[in-house]
């Protein structure tokens, strides 16, 4: 099992930037593959980004595709959203998501609280 705690959220003026972090808990963080969804008031959740457990391969929804990189330091327990050139329509509460040995899909068992990300115009 794994604790996931997400940081970096706040407000930023459009084409700004922020990077959130999402620290894990437990001793075998290389084994859980990793992702990013996001859920604005009234829209369906999306899956934003996600990367393998050694981190050598990353996938992007294409909204945010050139915009955002997920990393991770597996020597922290941490994996990180570099949020670069952001637009109003990238607010949402941000919650970072784990799934042991396998690619996130939809629904990964693991959930951190979330963290709200405001992008004003």
């Known amino acids: 099992q794994v604790h996931l705690v997400e940081s970096g959220g706040g407000l930023v003026q459009a084409g700004g930037s922020l990077r959130l972090s999402c620290t894990a808990s437990?001793?075998?963080?290389?084994?859980?593959?990793m992702g990013w969804f996001r859920q604005a008031p009234g829209k369906e959740r999306e899956l934003v980004a996600r990367?393998?457990?050694?981190?050598?391969?990353?996938n992007y929804a294409d909204s945010v595709k050139g915009r955002f990189a997920i990393s991770r330091d597996n020597t922290k327990n941490v994996v990180y959203l570099q949020m670069n050139s952001l637009k109003p329509e990238d607010t949402a509460v941000y919650y970072c998501?784990?799934?042991?040995?396998?690619?996130?899909?939809?629904?990964?068992?693991?959930w951190g609280q979330g963290t709200q990300v405001t992008v004003s115009s």
């Open positions: 998501a784990a799934r042991y040995g396998l690619w996130i899909t939809t629904t990964p068992p693991y």
């Open positions: 437990g001793r075998t963080f290389s084994t859980y593959y």
């Open positions: 990367i393998s457990g050694s981190g050598g391969s990353t």
